[in-house]
Each structure stands twice: as C-alpha cells, then as structure tokens.
C-alpha cells in the first residue's frame, strides 16, 4: 500500500516537466496520492494538462496566486469535488528579471512588493482559503532555497522573499498545529528549471556547489521529489516548522 493511499493533495507550480512541483507531483501519485493542480495564466495550460492527465488528475484550474479571488475560486471548486484536502505542494515564485542581477540595493519599492507577494505571501493566502477542506489535519509544503540565510549573487530580492517564507513557514506552523496542519519547507539546491534560469550566474551556481558539496554532484529534482513525499506522509508526522535542506549537504559548510 502507498505512502499516499487515500490522500488528496494540490500542487501549485508545475510550469513544464521539470518544475520541481512535477517531481513531487511524480512521486506522491507514485504512492497512491489523488491530485489536483492549477497554472497561472490561460496559455499555459497547454503544458500542464498532458501532465497531469498523465498522473489520473481531472482536476486542472487556472489560478494566479497573486489573486485572492483566484484562489477562493478553485478551492470552492475543489471543495465540490473532494470533500477534504490532505496536503498541498506551493512551489511558486517571481521577481523581475532585472531583480536578479545587479545589487540588491537596487530593488525598486515594486520589485520588492511583487517578489514578495508573490513568493512568499501565496503561502499564506493558499494556507487561509485551504483551511476548511483541512478537515483533518494536513501537510503543507513550500519549496525555498539558500539564498533565504547567506548572499548568493543575483538572488537578491529573491533571498529575501525566501526569507520571509521561511518565517512565514514557522509562524504558520505555530498558528496550524492545533489543527493538525503541519507547515514545512524543503531547501532545494540549484536545479535547471525555467525559474532558475532566470537567475543570472546561475549555471556559476551549479558548478559552485558541484565542487563544494560535502557530496560533489548538484541534487537532482527526483530527490527533491522524495522529501516532499516524506514530508507530505505520515513519516513525517512528528515534523513541523523545518526547513529540511536538500542539497547534497552544500549548506553544511562554512568555506
Ligand atoms: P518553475 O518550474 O519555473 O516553477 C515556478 C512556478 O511558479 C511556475 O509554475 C510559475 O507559473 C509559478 N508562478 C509564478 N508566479 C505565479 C503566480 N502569480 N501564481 C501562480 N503561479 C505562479 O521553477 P522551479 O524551480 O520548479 O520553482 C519552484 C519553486 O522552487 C520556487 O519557489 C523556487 O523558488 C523554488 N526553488 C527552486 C530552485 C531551483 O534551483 N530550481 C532551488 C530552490 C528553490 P508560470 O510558469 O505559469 O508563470
């Protein structure tokens, strides 16, 4: 029997096949798990449906998470169609482009705001509109990065939005365990994703982290997949709050 036999969970994220959000999408269907999933912007379903079709999900909703409409929305929806909600991967984040070169210190007063609503405060807008199909209890997952705890060049803004999404991660926890929620994030290590790429320096970043890590490879997105499964299933019930690293120990080290 799965890990996931009998759970419903919402992936938000899967832009292309090698979204983060697809490989922990992967794994947990692989365990048995029901899914539903969502895409930005209309031109855009055309990637994820044959995805998600691929896994038995019948439920694919446009969803811009900046929207709080939006989000009502496809919950009520969703609703109709499950009458509970286990768990839920966020593995969504922006900034402009020209945030993610140059200096921090450049970041316009809308650079920042976008960022952060984006990337960091969806967790909280999704967790909020969630809640009530949690029935009982949940696991809620956000995929963060390093950047969040030292300066990485080019990530920048984005650093800071990871920031405050970990805390953010702490706050909820603390707010949600009475409830049976368990709120985690993974830090992943670089992966290629249309995201990342974005990301100036970032192929810099990988060779970087392929000579420092205690395990001298980049992590590959499969594992990634892994963690949010074990974070998603009862292996992790005695978990919350945590910001579990996923990359090849690169974050271990002090030089
Ligand atoms: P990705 O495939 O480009 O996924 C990013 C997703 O965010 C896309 O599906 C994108 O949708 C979505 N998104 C952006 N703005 C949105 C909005 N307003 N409403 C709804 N969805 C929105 O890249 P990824 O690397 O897998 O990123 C997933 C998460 O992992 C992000 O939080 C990222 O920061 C984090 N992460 C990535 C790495 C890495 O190296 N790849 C490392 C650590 C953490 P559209 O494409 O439809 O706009």
């Not at 896994?55 to 694919?60: A, C, E």
């Not at 920042?112 to 009530?132: C, E, G, H, I, W």
Request: proline letters at 2%.
């Amino acid at each position: 029997m799965g890990l996931l036999e009998g759970k419903r969970g919402i992936v938000f994220g899967v832009a292309n096949d090698h979204s983060l959000a697809w490989y922990c999408a992967q794994q947990m269907h692989a365990q048995g798990a029901q899914l539903a999933f969502t895409y930005q912007a209309e031109n855009l379903e055309r990637r994820l449906r044959p995805l998600a079709e691929s896994v038995g999900s019948t439920f694919i909703r446009q969803c811009d998470l900046s929207k709080d409409e939006e989000i009502e929305k496809v919950m009520g929806e969703l609703g109709k169609e499950w009458d509970s909600l286990d768990f839920i991967v966020h593995a969504v984040a922006f900034a402009n482009k020209a945030d993610l070169e140059g200096h921090f210190v450049d970041t316009s007063r809308e650079g920042f705001r976008l960022a952060l609503d984006v990337s960091a405060y969806t967790l909280t807008a999704v967790a909020q509109k969630a809640m009530p199909l949690m029935k009982n209890g949940g696991s809620i997952v956000t995929l963060t990065y390093y950047g969040a705890e030292k300066v990485v060049p080019h990530y920048n803004v984005m650093g800071v939005a990871k920031a405050a999404l970990e805390a953010s991660v702490q706050y909820m926890a603390a707010d949600l365990g009475e409830k049976g929620i368990r709120v985690n994030a993974i830090s992943a290590g670089p992966v290629r994703t249309l995201a990342a790429m974005g990301i100036a320096g970032f192929r810099e970043m990988l060779k970087v982290v392929e000579q420092k890590a205690p395990l001298k490879r980049n992590v590959q997105a499969e594992e990634v997949g892994k963690t949010a499964l074990y974070l998603a299933s009862d292996l992790s019930s005695g978990v919350t709050g945590e910001v579990i690293h996923v990359d090849c120990g690169y974050s271990i080290m002090g030089m």
